[in-house]
């Protein structure tokens, strides 16, 4: 069974930079054939789609936020990683990561809430 | 690139609900569907248009026309009220707005 696990503060001050960790279990980043993803939801609204990052490190962004977010992987850890730059309140959602193969995303983790306040 | 979902569906207990997610050429695309209960991560319950994930029971079925996909839930029972939200991939990832289903 796959298992995903995000980290990271959770709370970050505007204008910071949030980053989370998002730790595979089950599956082999270096060795999978899928993408792995992030998705947010601010609180009381629907899904948004950040970005998909492979094992090699080839990415793909969401065209709206591609400015502010970044995302690695580390193969030797399991993990990947999101980073969005000079966040604001709207940035505040809770922040799911999850397997992404090709048109769905199979399996997400639990999520982690993230508050953008000073 | 939109895909529209209505806000909200009721349906009675054993009834069939139906949630519809349209967008421009959603025709030449593939449309999955997630639930998402409260407080809960969002479950894939379709995938391919039509397929169904291990574990996620019958009464769940796709279907795909022209530019709207259909998630139809049969025999509706009192724990399928959640939010289901559509998604299809069109060079990016692009989420419906999801859909509110409330079993009376």
């Known amino acids: 069974q796959v298992h995903l696990q995000e980290s990271g503060p959770g709370l970050v001050k505007p204008s910071e930079t949030l980053s989370l960790t998002c730790t595979v279990s089950g599956d082999s980043i270096g060795f999978s054939t899928y993408y792995w993803g992030w998705i947010r939801q601010p609180p009381g609204k629907g899904l948004e789609w950040l970005g998909s990052v492979y094992y090699s490190g080839s990415t793909y962004y969401n065209p709206s936020l591609k400015s502010r977010v970044t995302l690695s992987v580390d193969t030797s850890k399991n993990q990947f990683s999101l980073k969005v730059t000079s966040v604001t309140a709207a940035d505040t959602a809770v922040y799911y990561c999850?397997?992404?193969?090709?048109?769905?995303?199979?399996?997400w983790g639990q999520g982690t809430l993230v508050t953008v306040s000073s | 690139y939109e895909l529209t979902q209505p806000p909200s569906v009721s349906v009675s207990p054993g009834q069939t609900a139906s949630i519809t997610c349209s967008g421009d050429s959603l025709g030449d695309k593939y449309a999955c569907w997630y639930q998402q209960k409260p407080g809960l991560s969002p479950v894939l319950v379709i995938y391919?248009?039509?397929k169904r994930p291990s574990g996620i029971p019958e009464r769940f079925s796709g279907s795909h026309s022209g530019n709207t996909a259909t998630l139809t839930i049969s025999g509706t029972q009192a724990m399928d009220e959640a939010d289901y939200y559509c998604?299809?991939?069109?060079?990016?990832?692009?989420f419906g707005g999801g859909t509110k289903l409330t079993v009376l």
């Open positions: 998604q299809a991939w069109d060079s990016t990832v692009v």
């Open positions: 999850a397997r992404h193969l090709a048109t769905y995303f199979d399996y």
């Open positions: 391919e248009d039509v």
